[in-house]
């Protein structure tokens, strides 16, 4: 199974700052890297498909980058829905496996 | 926008089987990718299998031999059983519309999800 590995576990950031989550495989897995939000409470959403391609509906402010095995989820600015918990997802192989969540909260 | 929702009983005695139902409005359940994860109480995602071409399915290798996923196209639904349950499976079960091909087929649309207790 090709692991996932998320930094950091936890992060707390103001309104308006601009937001790094990072992702790195345990190999290579080209740009089949998917990127999910999870809200309290809530199912997870799709923000960003294939490394940098934003879902329909989401803020522009979220972005994805990356291929290979290194991959990041940028934030430009902060907002107070954008609590949540962040996984990364990787799609090259079955089984499809996810990070361990990076919780993000407003202070 | 296609809708997903996850049935099912909430309750699951040990060493049996977990059987969950998820139905499919506003869009095809034909074509798709359409994946089954699950999520233990205050921990991580893990992505138990998926369905495709209306029959073919790829499993967890860490749950194939006690998964079934199956769907039926004329009830627009999906299922999934799991056989001798542990309270190691008690979870938030989610189903999840993926795309139309290999490369698209992972979770993009999400059910809300059905927690799934196992105990006597």
């Known amino acids: 199974d090709i692991q996932m590995t998320q930094s950091p576990s936890s992060l707390s950031a103001s309104v308006g700052d601009r937001v790094t989550i990072t992702c790195r495989a345990s190999q290579t897995i080209s740009n089949h890297l998917n990127w999910h939000q999870q809200k309290a409470g809530e199912a997870p959403e799709l923000l960003i498909y294939d490394a940098t391609n934003v879902q329909s509906g989401v803020p522009l402010r979220f972005s994805g980058s990356g291929s290979g095995t290194d991959f990041t989820l940028t934030i430009s600015s902060l907002q107070p829905e954008d609590s949540a918990t962040y996984y990364c997802?990787?799609?090259?192989?079955?089984?499809?496996?996810f990070g361990q969540g990076t919780t993000l909260k407003i202070k | 926008q296609v809708q997903l929702q996850e049935s099912g009983p909430g309750l699951v005695k040990p060493s049996e089987t977990l059987s969950l139902i998820c139905t499919v409005s506003?869009?095809?359940?034909?074509?798709?990718?359409w994946n089954w994860i699950r999520q233990p109480p205050g921990k991580g995602l893990e992505w138990i299998g998926y369905i495709y071409d209306s029959g073919s399915t790829k499993y967890n290798p860490s749950l194939k031999s006690r998964v079934t996923i199956s769907v039926d196209t004329s009830k627009h639904q999906l299922s999934l059983r799991l056989s001798s349950v542990t309270a190691a499976d008690t979870a938030v079960y989610f189903c999840?519309?993926?795309?139309?091909?290999?490369?698209?087929?992972?979770?993009?649309?999400w059910g809300q999800g059905t927690l799934v207790t196992v105990s006597s």
């Open positions: 506003g869009g095809s359940i034909s074509n798709f990718y």
């Open positions: 997802q990787q799609s090259y192989s079955t089984p499809y496996t």
């Open positions: 999840a519309r993926g795309g139309e091909d290999f490369w698209s087929g992972s979770p993009r649309d």
